[in-house]
């Protein structure tokens, strides 16, 4: 097992371990997730069909509207939503969203060293998140 | 890092409840995102996020989350359009559903304290004065704020113009800084702007050429302030600007140097706007209109009638559609409709059978293609309302 330890910038406070889900394509999170089934829907977007709920979600940022915040909190309060957020730049309505849907979150992360499947640990207060990947 | 007062400090440890604490946390999030020193108390807040239709069910359990642990907005709080106009709902013949999910939200704003004004132009219903801090979503009202009222607002979003109301108060960082407010980039205009939706292709063309950079605008012969605001609606729709200079005589005007000619414009517009044969619907109202906007439209119409078979519908305010009730009969009795509350781009006019429109609202032919489904053509509000009437 490999450990890389990537050193970001804490956002929001709490730590999460579980499955990396990551997206090179910035997120709508308005209209591009179902509240009800934590599945992204945004056409055209690379992880269309897949469940965000339990995993560390990796995106760039997010784009699209400003209540697309709501939606982290609403998928949150139904047990839908992702572990952690990691993202490149954090952007307001993605910050305010696992503000208030206490999602732990951290940024300033090259995306490009995380693979989809790997097993990630992400700590929100000392802004780091650890890959651990088998070799 | 954010400075907190003893008293901030303690809203953010929960000292005051859930609800206090989540606002806090997100404006001092932001603020250390954004690199605010400290928290500035705001004049009002202005929300966004209104409309079923934008908002959708994710929203609303979190406003019930918030109404129901008691707490009230700190600064006065005004409301974007619904999707519906409160006193003519089955204008917009909305199901059951999405009628009582809307009336719910609404429900929810006025139990946190915030007022129903349910417009995008607040200015016209209170006008905040120079030089104050307000946390407005919105960015057509934020454009015209920074630029036309000289108040001071970053451009919020829906939640964050929320917290900003519970606490009173904003981060202290971006347009709430003089050196932040200052022009980067100087556009001379060389074109001949005969009305208004012709600023709002000028705002539709610079929006895209800036990003979110301030331009400092010279080359605009008196200005009307309805232009202006077509001008900053458009210029918020298409890129992040949140203020315009017009043309000062100040010494340190930016190195960066653009000019914008009738090419640019023609092809803006024709990025914007199609040939419409006969529009189902002509709508003016994006920004909501004024009490002079209103007057207008009555004087065009004044003894005309609109065509059997196109709607007529002007936008505006409640506030404002009581104070110019003269001329909204006048229009109302020519066959126009004067709504209140909503705006097309919010509610779901493309099931109503209409397919294609008439405005003078660059942010309308901007947005509504997309929000609407529908084809958009640009006119002046003149060539608009006379439309409505030719046989």
């Known amino acids: ?135 | 890092m954010v400075y907190l007062t003893k008293d901030e400090e303690r809203a953010l440890d929960g000292e005051y409840g859930w609800a206090i604490q989540v606002a806090m946390r997100i404006l001092v999030k932001l603020g250390d995102l954004f690199k605010a020193d400290r928290l500035i108390p705001i004049h009002s807040a202005h929300i966004s996020g209104v409309s079923y239709k934008t908002l959708g069910d994710a929203a609303t359990e979190f406003l019930e989350e918030l109404a129901a642990s008691g707490v009230k907005v700190k600064a006065p709080a005004t409301l974007n359009p619904a999707a519906f106009d409160l006193e003519r709902p089955q204008l917009m013949r909305l199901t059951e559903h999405r009628l009582n999910a809307q009336k719910r939200i609404l429900r929810l704003y006025e139990d946190l304290g915030v007022k129903q004004t349910l417009s995008c132009t607040p200015y016209y219903i209170s006008k905040p004065p120079r030089n104050v801090h307000l946390s407005w979503a919105e960015s057509s009202a934020v454009v015209y704020a920074n630029s036309v009222l000289g108040s001071w607002t970053n451009r919020e979003g829906g939640p964050s113009a929320l917290a900003s109301a519970i606490i009173g108060a904003t981060p202290n960082y971006g347009m709430h800084r003089p050196e932040e407010r200052e022009g980067k980039v100087m556009v001379t205009v060389d074109a001949d702007l005969r009305s208004e939706e012709k600023f709002g292709v000028l705002g539709i063309h610079l929006g895209k050429v800036l990003g979110d950079e301030i331009p400092v605008i010279q080359g605009l012969k008196s200005p009307k302030e309805r232009e202006l605001k077509q001008l900053g609606a458009a210029l918020a729709s298409s890129g992040m600007v949140s203020r315009f200079i017009l043309s000062q005589k100040s010494s340190s005007l930016p190195q960066e140097k653009i000019s914008v000619g009738e090419r640019d414009l023609k092809n803006s517009l024709s990025d914007i706007s199609s040939e419409v044969e006969k529009p189902d619907l002509v709508f003016i109202g994006c920004p909501h209109c004024s009490y002079s906007e209103i007057k207008e439209i009555a004087s065009i119409l004044y003894g005309k009638k609109v065509r059997e078979d196109v709607r007529l519908w002007v936008c505006t305010s409640r506030h404002v559609k009581r104070t110019s009730k003269e001329y909204v009969e006048i229009i109302e009795r020519a066959g126009g409709k004067v709504l209140c509350d909503t705006c097309i781009i919010v509610s779901w006019i493309e099931e109503l059978g209409i397919d294609s429109l008439l405005t003078n609202s660059a942010k309308t032919a901007y947005y509504a293609p997309n929000m609407n489904r529908v084809e958009v053509s640009l006119a002046s509000l003149r060539e608009c309302v006379e439309k409505a009437c030719e046989s």
């Open chain 1, 1 to 135: 097992m490999k450990k890389i330890i990537l050193k970001g910038r804490p956002i929001v406070e709490g730590k999460a371990r579980g499955k990396a889900l990551v997206s090179s394509t910035p997120l709508n999170l308005l209209k591009g997730v179902d509240v009800n089934t934590g599945r992204i829907i945004e056409e055209g977007h690379d992880l269309r069909g897949t469940v965000v709920t339990g995993k560390i979600l990796c995106f760039p940022h997010g784009r699209g509207s400003t209540v697309g915040s709501y939606t982290l909190y609403t998928l949150a309060k139904r047990g839908r939503a992702p572990k952690a957020i990691v993202n490149e730049l954090a952007d307001p309505v993605v910050v305010v969203g696992a503000i208030i849907g206490s999602i732990p979150m951290v940024d300033h992360i090259d995306l490009t060293k995380i693979r989809s499947s790997d097993i990630v640990e992400v700590d929100g207060e000392a802004g780091t998140v650890t890959v651990f990947r088998r070799m």
